[in-house]
């Protein structure tokens, strides 16, 4: 098969910079807080006087935020961690089978295929709703 010859046209060039991506004001304090906890404030100054008012606000917000609020937010916004199938497949290591059954039951479908050797029967109807919650409780901690 005959390899595609490569484009000989010339690339046109832009006329100016390329105007940034408009990125929500929430984000960016977000962003700020993350990046520098003492210093977000600072992080947000070169904004315009209204974005700057409102990315503030948005910073008060997040810090009268509890811990795990916060650590929540990050997680939503900005995915999941780099190691989530590493931590998920040692907690179902160390998971009693009771517990490793509701895990299963609880993983998204793409991650249930880190475990294709685990059994996939009917949910049981006999575990206690506390183990659910923290079968999702810890399935949110080694993901995100």
Do not use: C, N
């Not at 290591?93 to 895990?103: D, F, H, T, V, Y």
């Amino acid at each position: 098969m005959a390899r595609a010859e490569a484009p000989t046209e010339e690339v046109p060039l832009l006329a100016g910079p390329v105007p940034p991506l408009p990125m929500p004001l929430e984000r960016l304090a977000l962003v700020a807080w993350v990046l520098g906890r003492e210093r977000a404030e600072e992080l947000l100054f070169g904004l315009e006087a209204g974005a700057a008012a409102s990315a503030s606000e948005h910073l008060r917000r997040l810090a009268s935020l509890p811990s795990a609020q916060r650590q929540a937010k990050v997680s939503v916004e900005f995915g999941e961690r780099p190691d989530a199938a590493a931590r998920l497949r040692q907690l179902m290591g160390e998971a009693s089978p009771l517990l490793r059954g509701e895990l299963l039951r609880r993983l998204p479908p793409y991650h249930r295929t880190l475990f294709p050797s685990e059994p996939r029967g009917a949910p049981r109807q006999d575990v206690p709703h506390a183990l659910s919650l923290l079968a999702e409780r810890l399935i949110r901690e080694a993901t995100r």
